[in-house]
């Protein structure tokens, strides 16, 4: 079946170590985006890619990198620069035009 | 600015009491708004989209509405299995696909 899949589900990350959290799709679409979500709050873009090579901060990149070297592939790193990276994060995926997104089942991501 | 305001923030119903979810929007240039449904500790699930002013789309208990302001999003006669949190999107239009998100509703339905 086709999706979306993000691992790991949950994430633990130490003072001043920087994650990666994984997203693969396998619907064959060409843009991709990482929100955060946090509660009582909407979900907000961290990054977005339009295609593979090419990827543009959202509203909250700060504290956040991405790559692009694969169609089916977009990890998101959280580096130690993020002060408050406590959230669950979703990974979605969308074909042109003004197709709808679809998500995969986040990660929730946690300080020790 | 996009913005996206969804109302009431929580709604508890018993089962078979119909009700509707609101969601008012602010875009310039509607592309698509979009409705989905999102179970706790998991991603939202894609339910409707809708493209312009009038249309309606249907799935079982769930019907979606739209005018030039607000959608709606009607539940008729719920069950406990609709109990979800119901967020709505917005798209505009530009060159980029950029969604805004409402912060959703969270739908209680009591057997």
């Known amino acids: 079946d086709g999706g979306i899949t993000q691992s790991p589900k949950y994430l633990f990350r130490k003072e001043g170590q920087n994650v990666t959290l994984s997203c693969e799709q396998n619907l064959n679409h060409d843009a991709m985006y990482w929100y955060r979500q946090d509660p009582g709050q909407g979900l907000r873009l961290i990054y977005y890619?339009?295609?593979?090579?090419?990827?543009q901060k959202g509203d909250i990149a700060e504290g956040y990198s991405v790559s692009r070297e694969k169609k089916e592939s977009f990890p998101l790193t959280v580096t130690s620069a993020q002060k408050n990276p406590t959230a669950f994060y979703l990974c979605a995926s969308s074909g042109t035009g003004n197709q709808p997104q679809h998500f995969g089942d986040g990660t929730r991501l946690s300080i020790l | 600015e996009d913005q996206v305001t969804q109302s009431p923030e929580a709604l508890r119903l018993q089962e078979g009491e119909s009700s509707s979810l609101n969601c008012s929007y602010t875009?310039?240039?509607?592309?698509?708004l979009f409705w989905y449904r999102q179970d706790p500790g998991k991603g939202p699930e894609f339910l409707f989209t809708l493209y312009s002013a009038g249309e309606e789309k249907e799935k079982e208990r769930l019907k979606a509405t739209l005018t030039k302001k607000e959608s709606f999003l009607h539940i008729t006669a719920p069950k406990p299995e609709d109990s979800a949190t119901y967020l709505c999107a917005v798209q505009a239009g530009g060159g980029y696909q950029k969604v805004t998100f409402g912060t959703g509703t969270k739908l209680q339905v009591i057997p």
């Open positions: 875009v310039s240039g509607l592309r698509g």
């Open positions: 890619s339009q295609i593979v090579n090419d990827f």
